[in-house]
Structure formats: C-alpha cells, structure tokens
C-alpha cells in the first residue's frame, strides 16, 4: 500500500525536475531541450494524476505538490526560455516575460480552489501556454527577427497571462455536448499540423520547424475553442 502511495509523488516530483533542468537548458541557449525538457513534464503531469486514480490514493499532499511542480515546469521554464531568448536582444526590458511565472502560479492556485473546473477550463491552462512560448522561441531562434518582433512577443506575453486568469471558458478533452465536436476537429487539425511540420522539417533537415508544431497547435486549440464559444451562444 505504501509503494502505491509512492508512486503518483514520485512522477510529480519528475514533472518538477523537468521543469528544474529545463530552466537549467534556458539559460545555456538550448531551447530545443528545454522545450523536449517541458514536454516530458507534461507526460509526467498526465501520469502522476492518471496513476493517483488508477491506484485510488489521491491525497491533498499530491494536490499541493502537482501545482508547486506545474509551475517550475509549465511557469518558470516557459518564462525563462522567453526571458533568455529576449534578454541579448532588448535587454532587462525582457523581464517582462518573467510574469508568465507569476500568473501561471495564480493560475493554478485558483484552479485548486475553483470547482467549475472540473470537465472544462476557466482560463488557458498551463501545459498549452508553456509548449506554445518553448515551441515558439525554437523555431524564433533559428531565424533573423525585424527590430520589432520581440517588442511584439513582450505583448504576446501579457496576453497569455490574461488568458491564465481570465474568465474565458477552454474546452478540455473532459468535455462533453457541442465541445465534442470541436475537440474531433481540434484532433483532425494537430494530425494535419504535425504532419506537415514534420515533413518541412525532414525536407529542411532543421527541427525547429519541427518543434514549432507546438505553438501552431496551440494556436489551433484557441481558434477551435473560438469557434466553441460561438456555437454555445447561437
């Protein structure tokens, strides 16, 4: 019983070192891992809640800890990969991209406490916002940027801690009615999006654009949930 116990903690606490190296990789330049670094925090975080239900030993310590390692790695790293992208570039003004980190943690300490959030999101998540700027800054940095694209992504930024926070309801694959369909879609369009930056990326010979999947994916998961939206007012 104890081991089981173990379990669901020990793959948040991989989810939390992930995180750890993936900031670590940020600040040597090496987006590419620090992005691989985030994905795997990702399946971590997916396998420590999956593995609590599947043994039947939730606990609010596993709640507590899944939220403090989501942070590192769906908050800090992000934020620092952005941080670090920025800061040769605009200088201490990408401090700015440090508030990912800020509003990821408020983000995830008002999920724990917000019981409308059970099939659906109220705010973008976590997950989709890191992969989507660790995504992004890969492909940025294999390419030469006009003076005022990183002014630009500073803004991106600030819109994506609205989005965090915000009162806008997200699809999450729990959904059931109308969102259903939306989330076939959704589905249908990634295959199309990793298969075509796929191919580039192997015609290219450069994984950046490979990488940049995840942020068009992300991009693609806003518009379906757009899209959502519209259907439930009509």
Request: with cysteine; charged share 10%.
């Amino acid at each position: 019983m104890q081991i089981k116990r173990i379990i669901p903690n020990s793959l948040t606490c991989a989810n939390l070192l992930c995180g750890s190296v993936a900031v670590f990789m940020a600040t040597q330049e090496q987006y590419l891992w620090a992005f691989a670094l985030i994905l795997a925090g990702g399946l971590f975080d997916f396998f420590d809640g999956a593995s609590a239900r599947w043994l039947k030993v939730p606990s609010p310590l596993g709640v507590q800890l899944d939220s403090l390692a989501d942070d590192i790695t769906f908050g800090l790293a992000p934020a620092m990969v952005l941080f670090c992208y920025l800061k040769p570039i605009i200088g201490w003004w990408a401090l700015i991209a440090l508030l990912i980190a800020a509003f990821s943690a408020l983000r995830l300490a008002k999920f724990n406490i917000d019981e409308r959030q059970t099939t659906s999101f109220i705010g973008l998540a976590t997950p989709p916002n890191a992969i989507f700027w660790a995504s992004l800054v890969c492909w940025l940095n294999s390419i030469a940027l006009p003076t005022w694209a990183p002014w630009l992504l500073l803004v991106g930024s600030l819109l994506s801690c609205y989005l965090l926070v915000s009162e806008i309801p997200f699809f999450s694959f729990k959904s059931a009615g109308q969102e259903k369909k939306h989330i076939i879609i959704f589905l249908i369009g990634n295959c199309f999006i990793l298969g075509t930056c796929a191919t580039m990326a192997i015609s290219n010979k450069q994984i950046a654009i490979a990488a940049l999947a995840g942020a068009i994916c992300v991009l693609w998961y806003v518009i379906c949930n757009t899209f959502t939206l519209i259907s439930a007012k009509k």
